[in-house]
């Protein structure tokens, strides 16, 4: 049977970082992906000004994310700029964004195999079937997002208990990038325009014990009529987000990185950060059993913060409250930065 070092399952942000830095370290890395592109997913691809930190050293050009300044609204009327420096936020299709991690991951001596789903997954044998063929692990890393195939293995439950979709309307600029809040039909999720370079995410998340994910595509289909956009031939595309973490390292060597390990947060819907220094921090965790890991712990803080207003939100009374006051605060300039870097931080 082949063996290999370190078997990362999926080719995503969080598994092509960690595939990147084990490599890097010289170590023996193979990524399965079972999508036959690396990159492509449903995702609005926006970037917060701490993912572009990461992304930037690496090597990503200026030239492949699109920079707008965030509005958002918390309780109808106009979207505002709460602040222009924390608030600017990138846009990168997720196409280009798996091209760049792709290149890095296999520049540093990584395997990565596109097209080859990983299956069979027995963690107490230390085995998994890739392709057809059985192949054994020393450390393997769920790097394969909410339906997490590693996950379930490690018998930890995965409710995925939000609902995102969108709309990639193309040839279209729609400004300004915002955030609205719609808290009469979204509950505590929110309605989304993400323009990019070459065409627009309009979407909207959801927690779906409120909002059933049906519900979510005739919303969607509404806000597109009036705001004159056609949809002809756009196909719409929903995915699950899991939020609730159990943990990035597990007994025989099993690690989670990145929505496997439910690291999104529940206010903001913002994952891709934590894929990126989760998939680096468990990766520098397994070259060296005592490294710190503070980007993640800093991450961690924030999401359990985003987590207890996300839950606070989900009841309309204190919903209806809290989105009045945040409104407000929003109108206020004093108050703009520090709102805006609650949200934003990491
Ligand atoms: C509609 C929507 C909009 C979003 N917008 C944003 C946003 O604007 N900004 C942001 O920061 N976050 C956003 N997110 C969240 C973001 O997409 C995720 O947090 C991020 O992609 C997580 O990266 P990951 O590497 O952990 O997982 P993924 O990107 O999901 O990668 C997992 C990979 O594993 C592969 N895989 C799964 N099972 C297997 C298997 N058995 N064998 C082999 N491969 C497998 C999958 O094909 C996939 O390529 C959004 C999510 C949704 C649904």
Not at 42 to 66: D, I, N, Q, V, W
Not at 253 to 258: A, K
Not at 314 to 338: D, E, I, K, N
Request: aromatic share 6%; charged share 20%.
């Amino acid at each position: 049977m082949e063996s290999v070092e370190h078997l990362i399952v999926g080719g995503g942000p969080a598994g092509l970082r960690a595939a990147q830095v084990l490599a890097e370290a010289g170590r023996e890395v193979l990524v399965l992906e079972k999508r036959a592109e690396i990159g492509p997913k449903t995702c609005a691809g926006g970037l917060t000004r701490k993912t572009m930190r990461e992304l930037e050293p690496l090597g990503l050009p200026a030239a492949a994310a699109l920079a707008s300044i965030g509005h958002v609204a918390f309780a109808g009327g106009e979207a505002v700029a709460l602040d222009v420096d924390t608030t600017v936020v990138h846009t990168i299709a997720r196409r280009t964004l798996g091209r760049h991690q792709l290149e890095w991951a296999r520049s540093a001596g990584a395997t990565v195999c596109s097209g080859t789903p990983a299956a069979g997954i027995d963690l107490a044998a230390r085995t998994a079937v890739a392709g057809g063929r059985p192949i054994r692990w020393r450390h393997l890393i769920g790097a394969d997002g909410a339906d997490s195939a590693v996950r379930r293995a490690l018998g930890l439950p995965s409710p995925r208990e939000y609902f995102a979709a969108e709309y990639n309307v193309p040839e279209l600029r729609l400004e300004p990038l915002r955030i609205e809040c719609d808290p009469d039909p979204l509950a505590n999720g929110y309605f989304w325009v993400f323009p990019h370079a070459r065409y627009t995410s309009l979407g909207a998340v959801a927690p779906k014990h409120l909002v059933p994910p049906s519900f979510l595509r005739r919303y969607l289909n509404g806000r597109l009529e009036r705001l004159g956009v056609a949809r002809d031939g756009v196909p719409f595309e929903g995915a699950t987000l899991e939020v609730v973490y159990h943990g990035c390292h597990f007994p025989g060597d099993v690690h989670l990185v990145g929505d496997a390990a439910g690291m999104v947060s529940s206010l903001t819907a913002e994952g891709i950060y934590a894929a990126l220094v989760t998939g680096e921090e468990v990766a520098r965790a397994i070259l060296e059993p005592r490294a710190p890991a503070p980007k993640t712990a800093r991450w961690l803080r924030t999401k359990r913060r985003h987590d207890r207003l996300a839950r606070w939100l989900a009841r309309p009374r204190p919903r209806a409250w809290t989105l009045g006051a945040l409104a407000r605060a929003a109108a206020s300039p004093a108050l703009r930065r520090p709102l805006a870097s609650w949200f934003l931080q990491g």
